[in-house]
T-cell receptor, first 116, second 113 residues
Framework: GAVVSQHPSWVICKSGTSVKIECRSL??????MFWYRQFPKQSLMLMAT?????????EQGVEKDKFLINHASLTLSTLTVTSAHPEDSSFYIC????????????FGPGTRLLVL | DQQVKQNSPSLSVQEGRISILNCDYT??????FLWYKKYPAEGPTFLIS?????DKNEDGRFTVFLNKSAKHLSLHIVPSQPGDSAVYFC????????????FGKGTRLSVIA
C-alpha cells in the first residue's frame, strides 16, 4: 500500500510552547490529508481535513487557531499545536488517500505528544 | 450520534479458531466500508474493504461480509493467529468526493495461544 510518514514520532514539550507535526505522503501525491486524534482507549477522532492550496476544514469543536494546519504541497501537511497545554497531550495521526485507491485512507505511524 | 458502532469493546479467541468482529452503521449514505488494524502507539493499518455493490470480499485469512438491509458488516479472521491480537476499527465512507472516514470505537481482539 501507499506510504505515509509522520515526524516526529513522539515529542515532549513544556506547557505554552508550540509543536509542529509533519505528515508526508512518500510515494504518491495527496491533495487531501486528514488529521486525527486518539485519546487512550478511544476511537480516532477526526480533527480536520487538510486541502492542498486552501484552508483546512475543521470539525466542530476543534479550535482552528489552536491547531494550525498548512498543506503546503501535494506531499506535505503540517499540524502545529500552538501554546500547548497538558490537555493537548494525545496521539495525533494523519492519513491520506492515494490515487486509484478509492476511499481507502493510508495512515501515518502517529505522533505521541506529551505536554508537561 | 454515533454513525458507526462496534458494540463489542473486546473479544477473546483461541488460536486457530475463527474471529468474528461486528460493526453496525446508521447512515444509509455510506457506500464504502473498511477495516483497519491498530497496534498501540502506531497508526492504523488498512486490512480490507468492501463497497456497497458487494456482499462479500475475501483476502487471505480475512473476509468482510456486508448486509446492507441490516446495515451490518463483519470481519472474519480464520484461522486466528496470536499476531492478530490488536484493536480493529470499522470505518465507513461515501463516494461523495474527499470525505473523511467515520470510525467505530474499535474492538480489541486477543488471540490466545
Amino acid at each position: 500500500g501507499a506510504v505515509v510518514s509522520q515526524h516526529p514520532s513522539w515529542v515532549i514539550c513544556k506547557s505554552g510552547t508550540s509543536v509542529k507535526i509533519e505528515c508526508r505522503s512518500l510515494d504518491f501525491q495527496a491533495t487531501t490529508m486528514f488529521w486525527y486524534r486518539q485519546f487512550p482507549k478511544q476511537s480516532l477522532m477526526l480533527m480536520a481535513t487538510s486541502n492542498e492550496g486552501s484552508k483546512a476544514t475543521y470539525e466542530q469543536g476543534v479550535e482552528k487557531d489552536k491547531f494550525l494546519i498548512n498543506h503546503a504541497s501535494l506531499t506535505l501537511s503540517t499540524l502545529t499545536v500552538t501554546s500547548a497545554h497538558p490537555e493537548d497531550s494525545s496521539f495525533y495521526i494523519c492519513s491520506a488517500r492515494a490515487p486509484n485507491s478509492g476511499e481507502t485512507q493510508y495512515f501515518g505511524p502517529g505522533t505521541r505528544l506529551l505536554v508537561l | 450520534d454515533q454513525q458507526v458502532k462496534q458494540n463489542s469493546p473486546s473479544l477473546s479467541v483461541q488460536e486457530g479458531r475463527i474471529s468474528i468482529l461486528n460493526c453496525d452503521y446508521t447512515n444509509s449514505m455510506f457506500d464504502y466500508f473498511l477495516w483497519y488494524k491498530k497496534y498501540p502507539a502506531e497508526g492504523p493499518t488498512f486490512l480490507i474493504s468492501i463497497s456497497s455493490i458487494k456482499d462479500k470480499n475475501e483476502d487471505g485469512r480475512f473476509t468482510v461480509f456486508l448486509n446492507k438491509s441490516a446495515k451490518h458488516l463483519s470481519l472474519h479472521i480464520v484461522p486466528s493467529q496470536p499476531g492478530d491480537s490488536a484493536v480493529y476499527f470499522c470505518a465507513a465512507s461515501n463516494f461523495a468526493g474527499n470525505t473523511p472516514l467515520v470510525f467505530g470505537k474499535g474492538t480489541r481482539l486477543s488471540v490466545i495461544a
